[in-house]
């Protein structure tokens, strides 16, 4: 498996601000995935962030709604920009780890709560 | 697009019950499935089934996939009231992207 913390755990956001979500993995790896489980839902991908190239966005998601970096193969940011109501949810990084893909291992999540 | 069906949406038992989860998918380009246990925020991995037919077991938990019919169950026999969580079965294609299902929430009451 895999160690991955998130920062913060939680927040409360007013609406126009952004938010900056951080993921730390404890080794490399290559792949890393940003998900978004808004209440009484399942987990939706937003990206996947390479590093080294930028990320790749589901249908739906857009950059200036949700840059994302990823300067090393441990860490990766996701920014939720210009939030309204409908942005909150639960922000799950992920990893693929074990050299089986798809064995994707999740961080703790961000509960964000925008007013 | 990739659709990934779970049933039932929720249920309720009692310490002791065993239950009986099912998955169904229509993917291009299968590679694996997946299930997880969600209880507060972060899903945990359970299982990763690619054969059909060949039973994972992890203590009471175990689960098994028929690529024939394009499904697979999660079995949870003795249950306890630490296994009250949701359960979200994925399923891997071939651009490793996982779809979640809407997962079942299982309820044990003591």
């Known amino acids: 498996s895999a160690v991955i913390s998130q920062k913060p755990s939680r927040d409360i956001c007013q609406r126009g601000t952004s938010l900056t979500i951080q993921c730390q993995v404890d080794s490399q790896v290559t792949m890393m995935f940003w998900y978004r489980q808004q209440p009484g839902q399942s987990l939706t991908l937003i990206a996947t962030?390479?590093?080294?190239?930028?990320?790749?966005?589901e249908s739906g998601f857009v950059i200036d709604k949700f840059p994302i970096s990823r300067p090393n193969l441990t860490f990766s940011t996701l920014t939720v920009s210009n939030m309204s109501p409908e942005d909150s949810s639960i922000y799950l990084c992920?990893?693929?780890?074990?050299?089986?893909?798809?064995?994707?291992?999740f961080g703790p999540g961000t509960r964000l709560l925008v007013l | 697009e990739d659709k990934v069906v779970q049933s039932p949406l929720s249920l309720v038992v009692h310490e002791g019950d065993t239950v009986t989860l099912n998955c169904s998918y229509e993917?291009?380009?299968?590679?694996?499935l997946l299930w997880y246990k969600q209880e507060k925020k972060a899903p945990t991995f359970l299982f990763m089934l690619?054969?059909?037919?060949i039973e994972k077991k992890s203590g009471r938990l175990s689960s098994i996939l028929d690529k024939k019919e394009l499904s697979s169950i999660l079995n949870i026999t003795a249950t306890q009231t630490g296994d009250s969580a949701i359960y979200l079965c994925?399923?891997?294609?071939?651009?490793?992207?996982?779809?979640f299902g809407a997962g079942t929430t299982v309820t044990v009451r003591a």
């Open positions: 994925a399923v891997g294609s071939g651009d490793y992207k996982l779809s």
């Open positions: 993917v291009t380009n299968f590679r694996s």
């Open positions: 962030a390479n590093q080294g190239s930028e990320a790749t966005y």
């Open positions: 690619t054969s059909s037919g």
């Open positions: 992920s990893v693929e780890r074990g050299g089986l893909l798809e064995t994707q291992y």
